[in-house]
């Protein structure tokens, strides 16, 4: 199932159920701003870039394609095409946790798909980000009482809001994830925390949330045209 949104730093293209999408969360289309929801799992994911900048993801649907197209600015839209020919070249996968396709333009930059979750129980997304230099830097640490980490984007903490294409401000989010916690097998959701301005975090550890391993995931922050990629890192207990 396919779905696309803005999220913190990328486009969200989401696995959600449904019809035709009204205001809810939608496919290929901005949440909270209606889509057409497509149900079913996509394959024969694509991500093209032109020399102008435009992004196109396309995907095959029950014996279709679709596709979503992503310009320099502004909203994106269903449908589509690019008006020049693709010039990125495959960059390595290792760039970015849970690549789909990573993708190098001639200007240097990075284009990454990534399919992900933001928390265990959470949908499914494949996400698309652009970017130079560096990916987003997530880091975990626990001591067998607190979780304590930090976001950073080029050196510089990541906290407070980022923004979407509809000019909304969404506050960022790390959201953490614990492996075997008592009584609950495979990853469970712990809770979501914002960073404080200097980009760190920390959590104390509930009896509830004693497991075996523990997982943070974000989606990378928006920064004038740059998409910063998802950040996930997952460490053992103390």
């Known amino acids: 199932m396919l779905s696309a949104r803005l999220i913190p730093g990328v486009l969200a293209l989401a696995a959600l159920a449904g019809g035709l999408g009204g205001s809810a969360r939608a496919s290929v289309g901005i949440e909270g701003e209606g889509g057409v929801a497509v149900v079913g799992r ?11 900048g435009d992004a196109l993801v396309t995907w095959r649907q029950d014996g279709s394609v679709d596709s ?5 600015t502004g909203e994106l839209s269903h449908g589509g095409s690019l008006r020049g020919p693709d010039v990125s070249r495959p960059a390595p996968l290792a760039l970015v ?11 240097g930059r990075l284009w990454a798909l990534q399919e992900l979750q933001l928390g265990a129980q959470s949908q499914l997304e494949l996400d698309l980000s652009r970017w130079q230099g560096a990916p987003t830097k997530l880091t975990l640490s626990s001591d067998g009482t607190r979780l304590r980490g930090t976001l950073s ?22 959201f ?10 495979g990853w469970s959701p712990m809770l979501g925390v914002a960073p404080q ?42």
Request: charged share 20%.
């Open 42 to 52: 996509p394959s024969q994911i694509v991500l093209r870039v032109d020399a102008r």
């Open 68 to 72: 979503v197209l992503v310009p320099p």
């Open 97 to 107: 946790p849970d690549a789909v396709s990573v993708r190098r333009t001639p200007d």
């Open 153 to 174: 984007f080029h050196g510089r903490p990541v906290s407070a809001h980022t923004f979407t294409l509809e000019g909304k401000k969404p506050r960022i989010y790390v």
């Open 176 to 185: 953490l994830d614990c492996f075997a916690c008592p009584g609950k097998p």
């Open 197 to 238: 301005p200097d980009g760190s975090f920390a959590v104390y550890l509930r009896p509830s949330w004693k497991g075996s391993r523990y997982r943070a995931t974000v989606a990378g922050p928006n920064s004038g045209s740059t998409f910063a990629p998802d950040a996930q890192t997952v460490i053992a207990s103390a």
